[in-house]
């Protein structure tokens, strides 16, 4: 009953809500989604797209996230078979693979936001532009950024797992230190 209402009052509503959005947006594509949806709203309201129609295009829609997910936790085995072999190699490049990203990140990161802050300091008429410009580069910065995620979680993972079997922690840099200081040593 709740989703032959819902498919009655709310979803007509919700089309015509982001139907009407999209067809007053300049980008073509959306403007061609929000007219489609314009048509779907015609059809619900003619009485010719009925609540089993809705259920069966949620199927497929449920199918197709079920296929997303397979695929995105087959990407994810796949990138921890990778580390693992990372972590068990022998190669001491190899196994500092993941700081040395990280630094090649960092200092890319840095030298693209120095040239940005130079550039805009120098010529704020072309401000507009290199900022727009690094909009461009969203795809990839977040291919990058998502590497260096999965590899500092990664360590983060490795660095506990001696504390989580009872191994105490390793003395670090400071602690060591101060060890060192410590009157009567």
């Known amino acids: 009953m709740i989703p032959a209402l819902l498919a009655q009052i709310g979803l007509p509503l919700l089309v015509k809500a982001v139907g009407g959005a999209l067809s007053g947006a300049a980008n073509p594509v959306a403007k061609a989604a929000g007219e489609a949806l314009g048509q779907v709203e015609a059809e619900i309201a003619a009485g010719r797209l009925t609540s089993a129609d809705l259920a ?11 296929q997303e ?14 580390i693992r072999a990372e972590v068990a190699s022998d190669d001491p490049y190899v196994r500092r693979m993941r700081p040395t990203f990280g630094y090649v990140v960092a200092l890319t990161w840095a030298a693209q936001m120095g040239a940005v802050a130079y550039v805009i300091a120098t010529d704020p008429a072309a401000a507009g532009a290199v900022v727009a410009a690094l909009g461009q580069l969203g795809t990839i910065w977040t291919v990058g950024l998502s590497v260096l995620g999965i590899y500092v979680y990664k360590r983060s993972q490795e660095k506990t797992a001696p504390l989580q079997q009872g191994a105490p922690p390793a003395a670090g840099g400071l602690q060591a230190l101060a060890g060192l200081l410590r009157p009567g040593r």
């Open 69 to 82: 997910a397979e695929t995105e936790r087959t990407w994810l085995a796949q990138v921890n078979r990778t």
């Open 56 to 66: 069966e295009a949620n199927r497929h829609l449920e199918a197709l996230a079920a």
